[in-house]
């Protein structure tokens, strides 16, 4: 069973850039299709970016495409969100999240009920 840490999360201004990472362990990155979500207060849990089990596909969110992008490092086991041009309504807590049960090596599912493996989630605060 594959264990998920973020990190990376914290406080930034309007138009400033984050690197969320989620180090796994127990596990293999490379063998799950791997995604990113996050939930603000009062929402709930939406996708924002996810990146196949080959590593060859991404797919992001409308709200974030062009600003986001996902990647992964197999030697490190992390995959990677960075964040660029952050806006105030993207505030929330960032999870990472692992697909076992994935049907191809490039698919990626966008319902949180599909992810098998979460980690606890960073804070993502973005000041206007």
């Known amino acids: 069973q594959v264990q998920l840490v973020e990190s990376g999360g914290g406080l930034v201004q309007a138009g400033g850039s984050l690197r969320l990472s989620c180090a796994a362990s127990?596990?293999?990155?490379?063998?799950?299709?791997m995604g990113w979500f996050r939930q603000a207060p009062g929402k709930e849990r939406e996708f924002v970016a996810g990146?196949?089990?080959?590593?060859?596909?991404?797919y992001y969110a409308d709200s974030v495409k062009g600003r986001f992008t996902i990647s992964r490092d197999n030697a490190k086991n992390t995959v990677y969100l960075q964040m660029n041009s952050l806006k105030p309504e993207v505030t929330a807590v960032y999870y990472c999240?692992?697909?076992?049960?994935?049907?191809?090596?490039?698919?990626?599912?966008?319902?949180?009920?599909?992810?098998?493996?979460w980690g606890q989630g960073t804070q993502v605060t973005v000041s206007s």
């Open positions: 999240a692992a697909d076992r049960k994935v049907p191809t090596s490039s698919s990626i599912r966008l319902s949180s009920s599909e992810y098998d493996y």
């Open positions: 990146i196949s089990r080959s590593g060859g596909r991404t």
């Open positions: 127990g596990g293999t990155v490379s063998n799950y299709a």
